[in-house]
Structures are given as C-alpha cells and as structure tokens.
C-alpha cells in the first residue's frame, strides 16, 4: 500500500490509516477545498445538528475511498470541526487514497 505524501494521512503501526479533516458545515455540496492547517478541508452539505454532520462526513470518505462505512470510523472530534477518521488496515489497502487530491 502507498500513501500520498500529504500532511493529512497518517499511517499507524496497526496498518490502519488516520486521516485529519477540518469540516465546514453547511456547504452548498460536499467537497474537497484544499487543506487547512495539515488537515484535509471539506465542504460539507450537511449541517451540525444531531451527529448529521458526523455521519455524512463518514458516508463521504467511505465513497471518495471506495469503500464501505463500516471500514471508516470516527475517533476523534464529534463535536468539533477538526477531526480525526480511521480507515481499517483491511480497507487501506484497495482504498483511493487519490481522490482525496481532486
């Protein structure tokens, strides 16, 4: 498995993968908007009320990847707009990782 370089894709010891977002809630559609403070910025549709945001930032990765949502979890930052998302180390390996550039 190769990784981009980026400041935002960390691999863990595990094989696992953690990839720091900062959000930006709200969005008139989800997208990718460059990188903010070594983290990946997303445009995000939908908004911060009740974990909605959470859930679809997760629907999102999983799709831009290729994957499935139960191979990303959220582990850092629920209520927060920077956070940290973990991809499974069986997942990393047919995982995207370049559509997250675009």
Do not use: F
């Amino acid at each position: 498995m190769s990784l981009p370089q980026t400041t935002y894709l960390r691999l863990e010891k595990t094989g696992t993968v953690i990839v720091d977002i900062h959000v930006i809630p709200n969005a008139s559609h989800t997208q990718v908007d460059g990188e903010h403070d070594g983290a990946l910025r997303v445009r995000l549709h939908a908004p911060p009320v009740d974990g909605k945001a959470n859930l679809a930032l997760i629907a999102w990765l999983a799709r831009t990847l290729g994957l499935a949502k139960r191979d990303v979890k959220l582990v850092r930052g629920q209520t927060s707009k920077r956070k940290q998302l973990r991809v499974s180390a069986a997942a990393c390996i047919k995982a995207q990782w370049l559509a997250l550039s675009s």
